[in-house]
């Protein structure tokens, strides 16, 4: 199936490493210009070498902290100066601390819903008039299994991430007519440096090895095991591409059956 995405430009943050880089290359592979943008220099700098190595595409790669309002504006205007406009939007950001509910003070609230919601809020706000401008696009909001289930010792990333779909829904609606789609990808236990992090706090808290850790997670997937980032990465392809095109306002589980909810 040809998705349609050679020559689009697309902007993929948190495409230094785990579920951002995996969707830049995949993009890549795909036939699109490549915008992307993590914190540190050296690391997105390293990312964009991978994926030109991977991929016969221009890649555009900025230092941006997403939780920065004018980082943000600045990839925008940047991307737009080297591309001239702007297609596809994965926003994507790192997860807050875990922990249980009592081991965080209004500080850390405050930062997971600049780092997961606001982040979201301020990128959309800055792609959606350069799409109306080219007649369409689509952005896709990487969020977490959380969001219908939450998980154990993370409640920032409980609380917060469930108001994304929320948004999602809500600018699906409102941009619909201006050819813009909007959509939710969820990861379940994707194997990433993220979910091993995780996996070692919960194995530390139970006072048993990370071995037994993920064999214990293992055991509730259906699937029997974990997934993987190239997985998680053609179902975010999909969706950006125009392939998806009538699709909006949804909200897909990447998670091997992990899940227990029917919707």
Partial sequence: MDLGLRNKVAMVAGASKGLGFAVAKALAAEGAQ??????????????????????????????????????????????????????????????????????????????????????????????????????????LFSTSSSVKEPQENLVLSNVVRASVPALAKTLSREFAADGIRVNNLMPGRIDTDRVRELDEINAAKKKISLEEQRKLVKAAIPAGRYGTADEYSRAAVFLLSPAASYITGATLQVDGGYLRSVF
Avoid at 35 to 58: H, P
Wanted: charged share 25%.
């Fill in 34 to 139: 490549i915008s992307i943008a993590s914190r540190q220099t050296a690391s997105i700098q390293a990312a964009k070498t991978a994926i030109k190595q991977s991929a016969n595409v221009e890649v555009f790669a900025c230092a941006a902290d997403v939780k920065s309002p004018e980082a943000i504006e600045r990839w925008k205007n940047d991307t737009v100066r080297e591309f001239g406009g702007i297609d596809l939007l994965f926003a994507n950001s790192g997860g807050p601390p875990a922990g249980g509910f009592l081991s965080f003070d209004d500080k850390a609230w405050k930062e997971a819903i600049d780092l997961l919601l606001l982040s979201a809020v301020r990128l959309s706000r800055v792609v959606i008039p350069v799409m109306k401008q080219r007649g369409g696009g689509s952005i």
